[in-house]
């Protein structure tokens, strides 16, 4: 290995890597909300983890999380693109986002939508948040987890990302090439640890 020359940059050049997630929350109508999200990362708790998500702004989303507190996380894979594009570039203000077909049920343990094209949802209940300026991030706890019937789950540590075929976010939109491999599988030998 040889070191990588690096040359600075201000702060706005920032790139941060993120799956994208279409959010499901209920408008106070109970009517269905969806809205693309790619500040999600997850944190631990003891035994336990907390899906950590930062929302920008005024939206609806937003707004109706801090309300009831409730979300579905529904990762976004290269099949549903198209959908997350069109939640993105429509605003809950502008009326209701059904110009394209998709589906729609409830949570099995919380009461929220779900897509029922995403291969892996996270039903959450936030509860906590943290407001930094016009974003709030919330520390969610996972309920329930759906996962796709044809992906075979045993370990959670071991699911083949290329199968989901997540939507990779930085600016623009990427996916995942191949699976490398697992941890310790890429240690250094002795010799070259020294």
């Known amino acids: 290995m040889y070191p990588v020359r690096r040359k600075s940059y201000a702060p706005r050049f920032s790139m941060c890597v993120q799956p994208a997630f ?25 035994e336990d983890y907390l899906l950590v998500i930062s929302m920008f702004g005024t939206k ?48 099995r343990t919380v009461d929220v939508p779900v897509l029922d094209e995403s291969p892996w949802v996270y039903e959450c209940e936030a509860e906590q948040s943290i407001v930094t300026g016009a974003s709030t991030t919330f520390f969610c706890r996972v309920r329930n987890v759906q996962i796709d019937e044809r992906l075979a789950v045993n370990d959670p540590y071991a699911i083949d990302l290329t199968r989901l075929d997540p939507v990779i976010y930085s600016g623009m939109y ?16 002795e010799e070259s640890k020294q």
């Open 22 to 46: 279409i959010i499901g929350t209920n408008n106070e109508d109970g009517t269905d909300n969806f809205a693309p999200i790619t500040w999600v990362s997850v944190t631990c708790e003891e």
């Open 60 to 107: 609806t989303t937003k707004q109706n999380v801090i309300r009831d507190g409730k979300l579905s996380v529904n990762l976004v894979s290269r099949s549903i693109l198209p959908l997350m594009d069109y939640f993105g570039t429509r605003h809950a203000q502008d009326g209701r986002k059904d110009q394209v077909s998709y589906h729609v049920s409830r949570g």
């Open 174 to 189: 990427h996916s995942i090439g191949s699976l490398l491999g697992k941890i310790g599988d890429f240690s250094l030998p």
